[in-house]
């Protein structure tokens, strides 16, 4: 029994010899300011009741005196739902479980309660076990399986019989990467629709933007082949480096056909996760690799990886490839897709595609919330896609993403108004996960065993 499952044992049973209260199981958040995420405004002097993980009560903390017994939690608090980082990478089992452990506890100490792991293994699926039971600091994990590319998949029929394992083994989603021939995709997507299991990640060459939109389903992350549909497939090209996603056809790009594009999406009810601050890392001339290298969180990742980046994005933009200018054009692009997608009400999800290229788990996700305020959207509107949309994409629209009756409780406690202080990793002075409370010292703790576990 951990500490603190003993601890609440303990006070409960305070509170039944004194016969004070049935509600001693319970947590009541007291007196802080909550952004509940059902709409733009705060409300003050409010009161959240947590029993059994979920949110039993919300209402003015005037309110909420008949909840004596309850343990309390208060403090000059803004309190919203907890971020959902939904392209999240979770180290695989052979850089040791440790590691693994510390980069689901650095998440969560960023207030990300729930992650989509987009490149699963059988350890990631055991991983969501412990998370869910409580047994490990983490969020909530959703994982894909080992992903479908060219590499992985050659013939149609092993292709189905792909999708039938990772469903039977649980997996809660199919990742793809490049290279599937338009026969294979047909026949992983025909499996995945009959089974009902969906589909994300990238595009490939052959199948275009169209034809995925047409198979329906998941999400596109990285806006993945819609710098193609903009330049009109243009017919004669070879595929270039995985991590371009269009960058050559910058000049080429239609911009009358972003609302298109975006019109398209929404029809066919295809989520986007854009991860701009990938593509930001890669090519904005405004951030060396040397500056970068200093971001906040940085300092959790081991320095191999770290050089490794540093070298990555040094070579590729020291190559003949890179031209600062077209770079410019490029991002300027995806942000104008950002905004049309949005606008057009296909949805976006939060996701920074982390731990990679100088995107620290949780940190990242804090920063691909302001890229998508500098994309156009209100800081409001940027924290759905972390919180209401994903509730949406889950199909939890009634327990996830927001403070209200019945949903998970899964929070961020802030000393800033969220929606004024984008990006907030700075201001977090509580996470809770499940109804379980981490103060700042307990984060504080948690990122010190994290710290011990990746030197
Ligand atoms: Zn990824």
Not at 213 to 240: C, N, Q, T, V
Not at 348 to 368: K, T
Request: hydrophobic letters at 40%; a negative charge.
């Amino acid at each position: 029994m951990n500490l603190l499952k003993r601890m609440t044992l303990l006070l409960s049973a305070i509170f039944l010899f004194v016969g004070c209260s049935v509600e001693s199981d319970s947590i009541l958040i007291e007196n802080v300011t909550l952004l509940s995420m059902e709409s733009d405004e705060l409300s003050e002097n409010y009161s959240v009741l947590i029993t059994d993980g979920r949110i039993a009560w919300v209402g003015p903390a005037a309110d909420a005196r008949t909840f004596r017994g309850a343990t309390i939690i208060t403090g000059d608090y803004y309190v919203m739902p907890g971020l959902a980082e939904m392209h999240a990478h979770i180290p695989g089992a052979n850089q040791g479980e440790e590691y693994m452990k510390a980069v689901l506890g650095l998440y969560l100490s960023q207030g990300i309660t729930t992650i989509r792991g987009m490149l699963g293994q059988p350890a990631h699926l055991e991983m969501r076990e412990l998370a869910a039971a409580g047994e490990i600091d983490s969020p909530r994990i959703f994982t894909s399986g080992p992903s479908f590319s060219g590499n992985s998949v050659s013939d149609p029929d092993e292709a189905r019989q792909r999708v039938r394992d990772q469903v039977e083994a649980g997996y809660d989603l199919l990742k793809f990467h490049p290279g599937l021939s338009v026969e294979l995709f047909e026949a992983i997507t025909d499996e995945a629709n009959a089974l009902g299991i969906e589909f994300s990640g990238h595009i490939s060459h052959a199948v275009g933007l169209e034809r995925s939109l047409e198979a329906g389903k998941g999400s596109i992350d990285h806006l993945d082949r819609y710098m193609e549909f903009l330049a009109g497939d243009p017919a004669d090209r070879e595929d270039p480096s995985i991590i371009y996603f269009g960058y050559d056809l910058a000049y080429q790009a239609d911009e009358e056909r972003i609302r298109e594009a975006a019109r398209k999406t929404r029809e066919a009810g295809v989520w986007n996760v854009p991860t701009n601050t990938l593509l930001v890392n890669v090519f904005s001339p405004d951030y060396t690799p040397e500056q970068m290298n200093e971001w906040p969180g940085m300092e959790f990742i081991p320095e191999n990886t770290r050089n490794g980046w540093v070298n990555f994005v040094s070579d590729l933009r020291s190559g003949d490839d890179y031209d600062e200018e077209q770079a410019r054009r490029f991002l300027e692009l995806r942000n104008k897709l950002t905004l049309a997608l949005h606008e057009e009400g296909a949805g976006l999800l939060l996701g920074a595609d982390a731990p990679q290229i100088f995107n620290p788990p949780g940190y990242s996700a804090h920063r691909e919330l302001a890229l998508l305020v500098e994309a156009g959207l209100s800081p409001f509107e940027a924290l759905k896609t972390g919180t209401v949309y994903v509730g949406e994409y889950l199909g939890e629209e009634d327990e996830t993403g927001k403070i209200a009756e019945g949903y998970r409780a899964d929070l961020i406690f802030l000393s800033a108004n969220p929606l004024e202080a984008i990006p907030f990793h700075d201001h977090i002075e509580g996470v809770m996960k499940d109804g379980r409370f981490y103060d700042r010292s307990d984060l504080d703790e948690l990122l010190d065993r994290i710290r011990q576990a990746i030197d």
